[in-house]
């Protein structure tokens, strides 16, 4: 009798979108520029652009409820920071049509991750929030990591990168491909993005490594200004090897008096991990 070969998973080579974007808490002290008045473009954004991982920084209870009801069919990950209505959460959110989660939670940046606390030099206690997330559609597994490091601590925002990739090191299944999103608040070329880029896990910055050339300005911090006079690149999206980036966009959309929906424009890659 011969029993045929178990026919392989089929391949899913079309790209899946990743986006990482820093929401801007709310403040009543941003007045025009507060939450209330940028609510609908922010959330029209992204479901213009359909990620199927998000990675979010900054955003407060009242926000994650606001997101919630608008995109229904994505989950929310991530504890915030500190208790009370304005800790603020790195979410990531995931198209469930896209993953199913295996399991998710967070840590902190810190000598004590599992407490909330600050480490180091930081001015702000800071998190790390991660998925194990299957493709529903050929069961390919997904470690997802966000994160915001801290805006002051420079050692802070070292150690916390070094954390972060000690994490996914000890955590990370065999095969597993990874992507790490986040607001750095640092630039290409300072230690905490070498330390990204140059681990024994091989992640790469998804700006330098697309096969198109990049969209956008390069700059992703624009101080609630559509054309700023100085930008920094200062968010990211890190893969690892095995993904290929496609396509790479920063895109610097605004609104009617010409603001854009946060002080932070949103970066948006194709992925995919076909050869």
Request: proline letters at 7%; a neutral charge.
């Amino acid at each position: 009798m011969t029993i045929a070969a178990a026919a392989p998973a089929p391949k899913t080579c079309a790209p899946m979108r990743v986006m990482t974007y820093n929401i801007r808490l709310d403040l009543e002290s941003d007045g025009i520029n507060r939450w209330s008045a940028r609510r609908d473009q922010f959330i029209g954004q992204l479901q213009l652009m359909r990620p199927a991982i998000l990675g979010l920084q900054e955003v407060v209870r009242g926000q994650q409820a606001d997101l919630e009801r608008a995109l229904p069919n994505y989950s929310f990950l991530g504890l915030p920071r500190e208790a009370g209505p304005m800790g603020e959460s790195s979410n990531i959110a995931f198209d469930r049509a896209v993953f199913q989660l295996k399991t998710s939670g967070t840590f902190w940046l810190s000598p004590t991750p599992s407490i909330p606390s600050k480490g180091w030099d930081a001015a702000y206690s800071r998190t790390a929030t991660w998925a194990h997330l299957v493709r529903r559609s050929d069961g390919r597994r997904f470690l997802a990591v966000n994160t915001h490091l801290d805006n002051e601590g420079q050692k802070a925002r070292l150690e916390g990168a070094r954390q972060i990739l000690r994490w996914i090191a000890a955590h990370k299944s065999p095969g597993e491909s990874v992507i790490v999103t986040g607001d750095f608040n640092t630039e290409p070329g300072t230690p905490p993005i070498s330390e990204m880029t140059h681990s024994a896990l091989g992640l790469r910055d998804a700006h330098e490594a697309t096969r198109s050339i990049p969209v956008g300005p390069e700059g992703t911090w624009n101080d609630f200004q559509t054309l700023p006079k100085e930008s920094s690149r200062i968010d990211f999206v890190f893969v690892s090897p095995q993904l290929n980036v496609q396509r790479y966009a920063v895109l610097a959309w605004h609104y009617e008096g010409g603001r854009p929906a946060s002080d932070h424009f949103p970066v948006v890659t194709d992925l995919s991990s076909c050869r």
